[in-house]
Nanobody
Framework: QVQLEESGGGLVQPGGSLRLSCAASGSILSVNAMGWYRQAPGKEREMVVRVTSAGKTYYADSVKGRFTGSRDIAKNAVYLQMNSLKPEDTAVYYC??????????????WGQGTQVTVSS
């Protein structure tokens, strides 16, 4: 089993910054990717950033140039630096890990979510 522990959410004014952290623990043999998703009220969960173990990083168009995702592979950790935050960034942010093994449908694990609220 894999556990993900997130930290760093909170309330910030428009234009401000926040940094989210997530560390994975448990029985982890290999990782394809780690990243962050978010879900705003009344909306579907969407990918924010995905950082693969091959070194590629993918961003949602809405956050390009403002958010930066990074990983510490040795620590099985992923980070999200969020700058120039906008009210529309308000959502619950979920850490995600995709393992490099196991049957389809059993490779993905999620954190419990951390609230990010951008408001004046």
């Amino acid at each position: 089993q894999v556990q993900l522990e997130e930290s760093g959410g909170g309330l910030v004014q428009p234009g401000g910054s926040l940094r989210l952290s997530c560390a994975a623990s448990g029985s982890i043999l290999s990782v394809n990717a780690m990243g962050w998703y978010r879900q705003a009220p009344g909306k579907e969960r969407e990918m924010v950033v995905r950082v693969t173990s091959a070194g590629k990083t993918y961003y949602a168009d809405s956050v390009k140039g403002r958010f930066t995702g990074s990983r510490d592979i040795a620590k099985n950790a992923v980070y999200l630096q969020m700058n120039s935050l906008k009210p529309e960034d308000t959502a619950v942010y979920y850490c995600h890990i995709e393992l490099g093994y196991g049957p389809p449908g059993y490779r993905d694990f999620w954190g419990q979510g951390t609230q990010v609220t951008v408001s004046s």
